[in-house]
């Protein structure tokens, strides 16, 4: 019988090719993903050891993660938190999110597809610069507007602006691309490894067909992302509405959970033609 550990190695391995593709394509190497590989099993290991409430020492660090001890030692001087404060691109991502979700910024004409609405940059509510400062003021408006447009989100139009997207999905912005891989495979692969460990019961379903032709996978694709947008809508306003309800009602150290909702799609050719039994 094969052992869990053995087991779980395959099954990461497995996960991590396309990751180890695209470190390839950008110029990382095995011996720089290893040493970079030592922190995460370092950090991984201080949290289990915190979550059982056991001693952090370097020993037992280096036990529990299989890194040197002298690894550990060293690399522990040169950590730095973590939890550094949130980017621009969080906070450019609330305002897209308010703005799909706050019926004052949706067009409520169309029953069925509430649509954002073009607005003006400045003014009275609804405007850009309102929107902006429903989500913070400690950032100019005008600020966040160039960068949506360096991102290729929004246009701005002889002052009126309008959303290009039906989500925080930025097509220009390397690093902001990048930022989202990590955000949303993460929370992904989270949810899953706990619903193994059976310590979670999180939503992480899929629905899987092969032998089906080009063309049907486009036509697949087209009916996830219209059923990503209703999902989307759905949830993105009951979020908002909670958000807001804690925030007025809610103390601050009451208000310490996180929650995200996503969806994907993916095919691929797995045969280079008609391949027919032996």
């Given at each position: 019988m094969t052992s869990r550990s053995t087991l779980v190695l395959n099954s990461t391995l497995h996960l991590l090719r396309p990751a180890v593709r695209l470190m390839l394509r950008h110029g990382v190497t095995y011996t720089a993903f290893s040493q970079a590989l030592k922190r995460v099993f370092l950090q991984a290991a201080k949290e289990e050891l915190q979550a059982k409430a056991m001693?952090?020492?370097?020993?037992?660090?280096?036990?529990l993660s299989g890194v040197h001890r002298r690894d550990v030692r060293n690399l522990t001087r040169l950590a730095t938190p973590d939890d550094t404060p949130e980017s621009f691109a969080g906070l450019a991502s609330q305002v897209v999110a308010r703005w799909l979700s706050d019926d004052a910024y949706l067009d409520t004409t169309l029953d069925a597809d509430l649509a954002p609405r073009?607005?003006?940059r400045s003014g009275d509510a609804p405007s850009f610069d309102a929107l902006v400062h429903a989500v913070s003021r400690d950032v100019r408006p005008r600020a966040v507007l160039d960068d949506l447009l360096r991102l290729g989100l929004v246009e701005d139009v002889d002052g009126q602006v309008t959303l290009l997207t039906q989500g925080f999905v930025?097509?220009?912005?390397?690093?902001e691309?990048?930022?989202?891989?990590?955000n949303n495979v993460q929370d992904h692969l989270g949810a899953a490894c706990q619903n193994l460990d059976s310590s979670g019961e999180f939503l992480e379903q899929a629905v899987f067909v092969d032998e089906i032709t080009?063309?049907?996978?486009?036509?697949l694709h087209k009916a996830s992302a219209?059923?990503?947008k209703v999902a989307f809508q759905s949830v993105m306003r009951q979020a908002q509405k909670r958000f807001d309800a804690d925030a007025k009602s809610a103390p601050p150290e009451a208000r310490t959970h996180r929650a995200r909702m996503g969806m994907y799609y993916f095919s691929t050719q797995e045969k280079t033609g008609h391949e027919t039994p032996d």
């Amino acid at each position: 019988m094969t052992s869990r550990s053995t087991l779980v190695l395959n099954s990461t391995l497995h996960l991590l090719r396309p990751a180890v593709r695209l470190m390839l394509r950008h110029g990382v190497t095995y011996t720089a993903f290893s040493q970079a590989l030592k922190r995460v099993f370092l950090q991984a290991a201080k949290e289990e050891l915190q979550a059982k409430a056991m001693p952090q020492t370097d020993s037992a660090i280096s036990v529990l993660s299989g890194v040197h001890r002298r690894d550990v030692r060293n690399l522990t001087r040169l950590a730095t938190p973590d939890d550094t404060p949130e980017s621009f691109a969080g906070l450019a991502s609330q305002v897209v999110a308010r703005w799909l979700s706050d019926d004052a910024y949706l067009d409520t004409t169309l029953d069925a597809d509430l649509a954002p609405r073009t607005i003006a940059r400045s003014g009275d509510a609804p405007s850009f610069d309102a929107l902006v400062h429903a989500v913070s003021r400690d950032v100019r408006p005008r600020a966040v507007l160039d960068d949506l447009l360096r991102l290729g989100l929004v246009e701005d139009v002889d002052g009126q602006v309008t959303l290009l997207t039906q989500g925080f999905v930025p097509k220009r912005g390397f690093a902001e691309m990048a930022e989202q891989l990590q955000n949303n495979v993460q929370d992904h692969l989270g949810a899953a490894c706990q619903n193994l460990d059976s310590s979670g019961e999180f939503l992480e379903q899929a629905v899987f067909v092969d032998e089906i032709t080009a063309e049907s996978a486009l036509h697949l694709h087209k009916a996830s992302a219209q059923a990503w947008k209703v999902a989307f809508q759905s949830v993105m306003r009951q979020a908002q509405k909670r958000f807001d309800a804690d925030a007025k009602s809610a103390p601050p150290e009451a208000r310490t959970h996180r929650a995200r909702m996503g969806m994907y799609y993916f095919s691929t050719q797995e045969k280079t033609g008609h391949e027919t039994p032996d």
